[in-house]
C-alpha cells in the first residue's frame, strides 16, 4: 500500500520537475553554442556568454559599438593607435616616433615614452629587428634568428622563410634551386625538359637522330628516299627527272634526247651568254651578276653548275662530261674527288683556235666560274680552265675569274 502510494506522488510530479515556473524551460534541454559566443543558445535558450566592454550583442557574436583595435573595442571617443585605443588628448595618440622604431608607446604624464618592441619584432641590442613570425624556415630579416629548417627530402627555404618543394612540378632532372634529383625519365626516346617533364625527344619524327639527346627515331626504307632535318621521309628526287638529288646525291636519272643537258634537276637545252662580259671578277659579283642580268629577252639568268659548264669543253677527254675527273655536281670535295685527270690537256691546244670549247662560241679563252661551292672549304669555288680544259678549284675573294651566264633555253 505504501510502494502504490510513493510510485503515484512520483509520477504525478514529474511534469512540474521539468518545466521551470513559465513553463518555456525544459531543465533536462542540451544547450548548443556551436558558432555562438554571445546571447541565448537556439536549442533551450540558455546563454552562451556575454561580450565585454564596448561591444553588443549581434546575432550571436560581440561586435564593437565603436573602433576595434587589437582584439579589443575601443571606448567611445577612443581610436585605435600603436595597436592600442587611445583618446586624442593621450601623449601617443600623434606619435610616430615609437612607431617607426616599432615599439609601444607608454604614455607618462603628458610624455610619449617609447617601451618594448612590438608584436612581431624583438629587442636586438636596442634595436626592434623582425621576429621569425610568419616564418618556418631560415633566418629571420636580419639573419640573426634561426627559425627553423625544412624536413622534406626536396623542400628548400623560400626568401619568404616557407618551405617549398624544390621538384613540385618536375618528375626529372635536379631542381631549380638546391639541385636535389627530381627523378628520372625512363621512356627510350624520353628526355628531361628544363622544365624538368619527360617528353618523347622523337615525336613526330619517324628518322634521324632526335634534336635533344640524338636518339635513333629510325630510318628511312627505299631509294631515293632521305631523313628531312624534320625527322621526314621523303623523296629526295621530287620534281627532279634528272642529275643528283640535292641531300643525298642519288641518281634522278638522265637526260637522252640530244642537245640536252641535266639542268638543276631538269632536261633541258642550254642558252649560253654568247658573248659573256670580258671582265673578270671574284665569285659572288659573279654569282649576282648573272642573276640580276636581263639578256637576250630573258632575266632568269644564272652562273651555271661545274656539271654544267663541263658540257662545253671539247677536246679534252678527260674532263669533258663523264670524263675520268670526278668533280661534278655530285662530288664536289677537293679531297675526295679531285684527281691527276682533273688538270685537263695540253695548253692552248684545243680544238677551236686552241681553245677546248665548242666552234663558235664567243668570249675570252680563260677560266670561268661555276656556281658550285668546294664541298671542304666554302671560301673555294669550282672553275674551268678552257686553255687546257682544266677543271680547278679557286679563292672566292682570291681569285678573279670570267664569267658566263646560262639559261634553259625556252621551248
Known amino acids: 500500500?505504501?510502494?502504490?502510494?510513493?510510485?503515484?506522488?512520483?509520477?504525478?510530479?514529474?511534469?512540474?520537475?521539468?518545466?521551470?515556473?513559465?513553463?518555456?524551460?525544459?531543465v533536462g534541454c542540451e544547450p548548443d553554442c556551436s558558432g555562438i559566443e554571445c546571447g541565448a543558445d537556439p536549442v533551450c535558450g540558455q546563454s552562451c556568454g556575454t561580450c565585454g566592454d564596448n561591444a553588443v550583442c549581434e546575432t550571436g557574436q560581440c561586435q564593437c559599438e565603436f573602433e576595434s583595435c587589437n582584439d579589443q573595442c575601443c571606448a567611445?571617443?577612443?581610436?585605435?593607435?600603436?595597436?592600442?585605443?587611445?583618446?586624442?588628448?593621450?601623449?601617443?595618440?600623434?606619435?610616430?616616433?615609437?612607431a617607426t622604431q616599432h615599439r609601444k608607446c607608454i604614455s607618462s604624464g603628458e610624455e610619449a615614452i617609447c617601451g618594448d618592441c612590438l608584436e612581431g619584432y624583438y629587442d636586438n641590442q636596442g634595436q626592434c629587428d623582425e621576429d621569425c613570425t610568419g616564418r618556418e624556415c631560415g633566418t629571420n630579416p636580419n639573419g640573426q634568428m634561426n627559425c627553423g629548417t625544412c624536413s622534406g627530402t626536396t623542400e628548400f627555404c623560400s626568401e619568404e622563410g616557407q618551405c617549398q618543394d624544390d621538384c613540385e612540378g618536375r618528375n626529372c632532372g635536379t631542381s631549380p634551386n638546391e639541385g636535389f634529383d627530381c627523378g628520372a625519365c625512363t621512356g627510350e626516346t624520353e628526355f628531361c625538359t628544363e622544365e624538368g617533364v619527360c617528353e618523347d625527344d622523337c615525336a613526330g619524327r619517324v628518322c634521324g637522330a632526335s634534336p635533344n639527346e640524338a636518339f635513333d627515331c629510325g630510318v628511312c626504307s627505299g631509294v631515293p628516299v632521305y631523313c628531312t632535318n624534320e625527322g621526314l621521309c621523303e623523296d629526295d628526287c621530287a620534281g627532279r627527272v634528272c642529275g643528283p638529288s640535292p641531300h643525298e646525291g642519288f641518281d634522278c636519272g638522265t637526260c637522252s634526247v640530244s642537245g640536252e643537258i641535266c639542268m638543276v634537276g631538269q632536261c633541258a637545252v642550254p642558252e649560253w651568254q654568247d658573248p659573256p662580259p670580258l671582265s673578270e671578277g671574284y665569285w659572288q659579283p659573279a654569282v649576282d651578276y648573272c642573276d640580276s642580268l636581263t639578256f637576250d629577252g630573258h632575266n632568269d639568268w644564272r652562273l651555271p653548275t661545274v656539271s654544267e659548264l663541263r658540257t662545253l669543253i671539247r677536246g679534252c677527254p678527260n674532263t669533258e662530261p663523264g670524263g675520268s675527273c670526278n668533280i661534278a655536281d655530285d662530288c664536289l670535295s677537293y679531297a675526295y674527288c679531285n684527281n691527276d685527270a682533273c688538270?685537263?690537256?695540253?695548253?692552248?691546244?684545243?680544238?677551236?683556235?686552241?681553245?677546248?670549247?665548242?666552234?663558235?662560241?664567243?668570249?675570252?679563252?680563260?677560266?670561268y666560274w661555276s656556281s658550285s661551292t668546294n664541298a671542304d672549304d666554302n671560301g673555294w669555288a669550282w672553275g674551268i680552265g678552257f686553255p687546257n680544259g682544266q677543271i680547278g678549284n679557286y679563292g672566292k675573294d682570291g681569285h678573279r675569274l670570267y664569267m658566263r651566264c646560262v639559261r634553259p633555253a625556252s621551248p
Open 1 to 26: 500500500m505504501k510502494m502504490d502510494l510513493y510510485l503515484f506522488l512520483a509520477t504525478s510530479m514529474l511534469p512540474a520537475l521539468l518545466l521551470s515556473c513559465d513553463n518555456t524551460i525544459d
Open 76 to 98: 567611445e571617443g577612443e581610436f585605435c593607435r600603436n595597436e592600442r585605443c587611445l583618446s586624442p588628448s593621450d601623449p601617443c595618440f600623434d606619435d610616430t616616433s615609437c
Open 343 to 367: 688538270s685537263g690537256c695540253a695548253w692552248e691546244q684545243g680544238p677551236t683556235n686552241g681553245c677546248y670549247w665548242p666552234a663558235g662560241l664567243e668570249g675570252h679563252c680563260a677560266h
